[in-house]
């Protein structure tokens, strides 16, 4: 075989083992990426669920049970998953309904009790104020929504009954619902339970509407604490004839910076009593350069030109938190 030939194979092999090379690249890649997820078996990693209290007639008298396993089948269906061993079945079965109350804070001691007792050994049928609803079900007083709900299907699986319900009736506080009368959940904020660690949560702030992202202010994801992170205390003097001035001011970079800017975790402004002219606002950025991009935003630059004649004295004093295991939950409700 003369060179050129020689040549002329060897470019062509080359270029067939290129492609192989790049892939197999992309998979180390990949594998690397891979890596850094670990594998924790089939756990069901679907919590937190909220928490919800069941009521029925059992026997004749009313009976309340603690159950987190509710979920949504289509747009009116409820599954609700309840143990075998609960003594609450067999009043659902036979009268083929129940209620579902959503537990706020308030409600939780009571809620945690009656999961926690058995209602063929005591009974639970006074621990919670209540009244009967339009559906025949007890529907609990305190609770910011309840729904009565009908069984439709009852789907066995190992260890549990899972009734397949659809809703007769849904009652809410007035507190909770927005001007369109809809439940607003960050009124509501239902307490949430997680399996893995036995473990009640709160429900957080809304993140922003969806598949609206793009057009409107959001809660975006916020940034952790690092060494270097700042928590201040501002205090600022206004003249009083630009307070109104100022607080619109002041309102408007606080939303605005909490809703687009992952390094600021808290910006709180309060006002103070006996002299509404003095005002105080609690800051805390995630790091040096978390503040350094927030001086240097154009909502703050715009803040700071707009207002630097209606200020009188400015104080900044630097904070050290005395337990950093107290978190600060600062948000703009959406």
């Not at 709160?202 to 690092?226: D, S, T, Y």
């Not at 609690?282 to 715009?302: G, N, P, V, W």
């Not at 209606?310 to 938190?321: R, S």
Request: aromatic share 8%; hydrophobic share 35%.
């Amino acid at each position: 075989m003369n060179t050129n030939k020689l040549c002329y194979v060897f470019l062509m092999m080359l270029a067939a083992l290129m492609p192989m090379s790049v892939k197999s690249e992309e998979r180390n890649n990949n594998s690397d990426i891979l890596m850094e997820k670990r594998n924790i078996g089939n756990l069901l990693a679907l919590y937190p669920t909220p928490v919800t209290v069941v009521g029925a007639e059992v026997n004749g008298k009313v009976n309340w049970l603690v159950v987190s396993h509710v979920g949504i089948i289509g747009h009116d269906r409820i599954l609700v998953s309840m143990s075998k061993q609960h003594y609450t079945n067999q009043g659902i079965k036979e009268s083929g309904r129940l209620s579902l109350n959503l537990v706020s804070r308030e409600m939780l001691p009571q809620a945690d009790y009656v999961g926690s007792v058995s209602g063929d050994k005591i009974d639970k049928s006074e621990v919670f104020a209540y009244h009967y609803g339009e559906n025949g079900t007890p529907v609990i007083d305190e609770s910011p929504l309840s729904m009565e709900l009908d069984v439709v299907d009852v789907y066995d699986s190992p260890g549990f009954d899972n009734f397949i319900c659809t809703i007769a009736n849904t009652y809410a506080d007035r507190a909770v619902l927005d001007e369109n009368g809809k439940p607003d959940y960050n009124k509501l904020r239902p307490v949430l339970f997680e399996f893995p660690t036995y473990s009640y949560l709160a429900a957080g702030p809304v993140l922003g509407k969806c598949r609206q992202f793009e057009k409107q202010p959001h809660n975006c994801h916020k940034e952790v604490m690092q060494p270097d992170g700042i928590i201040r205390l501002s205090r600022v003097e206004v003249y009083p004839e630009y307070i109104d001035e100022y607080m619109e001011f002041a309102t408007e970079v606080g939303e605005i910076s909490l809703m687009n800017e992952p390094g600021v975790l808290t910006m709180y402004a309060m006002q103070q009593k006996d002299n509404p002219c003095i005002i105080t606002i609690l800051e805390r950025y995630s790091s040096e350069e978390a503040y350094r991009k927030h001086i240097a935003s154009d909502h703050f630059q715009k803040y700071k030109q707009g207002t630097l004649h209606m200020v009188k004295n400015l104080d900044l004093v630097d904070q050290k938190a005395i337990n950093p295991a107290n978190v600060i939950e600062n948000h703009v409700i959406l």
